[in-house]
């Protein structure tokens, strides 16, 4: 083998392997198609889709966080307590008399406000008082917690209306012989006829709001300035960024996300929950580090995040279309995220520079 043909081998060996996130979803496709009934199927892939609906959002907020360097233990709680938070008051809303749909925007309006404060208090405590991350987000991880609960005990949300359960349950894309495609609304069908369900409405909003913020990390100066200080924050410094003042941003942005997580859960279920999010604290920063961000900061892209977190929902709900006990997925995904570091230090990529892909 000569030095021409020895390098190209090399480059596609590398190439390979920094691509294995893609490879190893492939060959969950074809492991699941073959020896899970069903599974290949319109409504198994709605499933995917719609249960990792908040992988994919506290995935996304977690790899903002993490590419700056820090961590945020608080989003599985910090969804619950807005589930908590959305629920009461839209119940609240209705109860004094105010129309649906005005009570359902209201609240949800005023839950995501609400919802920044758990980030506001974790970028201060990080930046201005230098409490480490880990810490702030654990303290506020306990601190949201104990809140929800505590709503909890002044009784469940009643009343919530079922435009609630329209919306999170609903679909933007309908089909049916005779009426053809129709959008939100349920075409009306005769007797024996049948009606294609195709995106489900809360997909469609979370993927919204996750290309934007891949626009933002990817296209312009807040995320270049995210990258810098993952990558170098002694050097992003000297270059004139304000460091601290970023990191509030990033761990209100993270906040932001987990409590529209908490508003989706509400809508999807019609009920608040405290600790709503708390399983998926794991599979969050999971789908971030086996799409290939380091935990070290400056690299990591939203779109291969979302690869990461498809490859645990394609498990999750593959697992469960066998009929095999979901727990056994917390055992396969500690497995992967063991092997993504490895397979990270083996096939490493360059600095956040290189994210311009």
């Given at each position: 083998m000569n030095a021409v043909t020895k390098r190209k081998t090399t480059n596609l060996v590398m190439e390979l392997g920094r691509r294995w996130a893609l490879i190893f979803l492939l060959i969950e496709l074809v492991f699941f198609s073959l020896f899970a009934q069903g599974f290949m199927s319109l409504r198994v892939f709605q499933m995917i889709f719609f249960f990792g609906i908040t992988v994919f959002l506290l995935g996304t907020?977690?790899?903002f966080v993490i590419i700056t360097g820090g961590i945020d233990l608080s989003v599985g709680y910090v969804m619950g307590f807005a589930s908590i938070i959305s629920a009461k008051m839209i119940s609240a809303f209705i109860q004094a008399g105010m129309q649906h749909l005005p009570a359902l925007i209201l609240g949800i309006v005023l839950t995501l406000i609400i919802g920044l404060l758990p980030g506001l208090i974790n970028g201060?405590?990080?930046?201005r008082l230098r409490v480490p991350p880990f810490i702030a987000t654990f303290s506020m991880l306990g601190i949201t917690h104990g809140v929800a609960e505590l709503l909890i005990l002044d009784g469940a949300a009643k009343n919530m209306p079922h435009l609630a359960n329209l919306i999170g349950n609903g679909y933007f894309l309908y089909w049916a012989p005779g009426p053809g495609l129709s959008l939100f609304i349920r075409p009306e069908i005769p007797r024996g006829g049948f009606i294609l369900e195709l995106i489900p409405n809360i997909v469609?909003?979370?993927f919204i709001v996750i290309g934007i913020l891949a626009y933002v990390l990817k296209r312009t100066v807040f995320g270049q300035h995210t990258y810098a200080i993952g990558g170098n924050v002694d050097a992003a410094i000297r270059s004139g960024i304000n460091v601290g003042r970023h990191k509030v941003k990033i761990y209100m942005l993270s906040s932001f996300l987990a409590s529209l997580s908490g508003v989706i859960y509400v809508l999807m279920y019609v009920t608040g929950k405290g600790d709503a999010g708390a399983s998926s604290l794991l599979d969050a920063i999971a789908a971030v580090v086996i799409g290939g961000a380091s935990l070290y900061g400056g690299k990591g892209t939203v779109w291969r995040t979302i690869l990461g977190a498809l490859i645990i929902a394609v498990l999750e709900t593959g697992l469960r279309v066998m009929g095999i006990p979901t727990f056994d997925k917390y055992i396969i995904v500690g497995v992967i995220l063991i092997?993504?570091?490895?397979?990270?230090?083996?096939?490493?990529?360059k600095t956040y520079t290189d994210n311009k892909e």
């Amino acid at each position: 083998m000569n030095a021409v043909t020895k390098r190209k081998t090399t480059n596609l060996v590398m190439e390979l392997g920094r691509r294995w996130a893609l490879i190893f979803l492939l060959i969950e496709l074809v492991f699941f198609s073959l020896f899970a009934q069903g599974f290949m199927s319109l409504r198994v892939f709605q499933m995917i889709f719609f249960f990792g609906i908040t992988v994919f959002l506290l995935g996304t907020a977690e790899l903002f966080v993490i590419i700056t360097g820090g961590i945020d233990l608080s989003v599985g709680y910090v969804m619950g307590f807005a589930s908590i938070i959305s629920a009461k008051m839209i119940s609240a809303f209705i109860q004094a008399g105010m129309q649906h749909l005005p009570a359902l925007i209201l609240g949800i309006v005023l839950t995501l406000i609400i919802g920044l404060l758990p980030g506001l208090i974790n970028g201060l405590l990080i930046s201005r008082l230098r409490v480490p991350p880990f810490i702030a987000t654990f303290s506020m991880l306990g601190i949201t917690h104990g809140v929800a609960e505590l709503l909890i005990l002044d009784g469940a949300a009643k009343n919530m209306p079922h435009l609630a359960n329209l919306i999170g349950n609903g679909y933007f894309l309908y089909w049916a012989p005779g009426p053809g495609l129709s959008l939100f609304i349920r075409p009306e069908i005769p007797r024996g006829g049948f009606i294609l369900e195709l995106i489900p409405n809360i997909v469609i909003l979370a993927f919204i709001v996750i290309g934007i913020l891949a626009y933002v990390l990817k296209r312009t100066v807040f995320g270049q300035h995210t990258y810098a200080i993952g990558g170098n924050v002694d050097a992003a410094i000297r270059s004139g960024i304000n460091v601290g003042r970023h990191k509030v941003k990033i761990y209100m942005l993270s906040s932001f996300l987990a409590s529209l997580s908490g508003v989706i859960y509400v809508l999807m279920y019609v009920t608040g929950k405290g600790d709503a999010g708390a399983s998926s604290l794991l599979d969050a920063i999971a789908a971030v580090v086996i799409g290939g961000a380091s935990l070290y900061g400056g690299k990591g892209t939203v779109w291969r995040t979302i690869l990461g977190a498809l490859i645990i929902a394609v498990l999750e709900t593959g697992l469960r279309v066998m009929g095999i006990p979901t727990f056994d997925k917390y055992i396969i995904v500690g497995v992967i995220l063991i092997s993504a570091v490895l397979i990270d230090k083996v096939f490493p990529e360059k600095t956040y520079t290189d994210n311009k892909e």
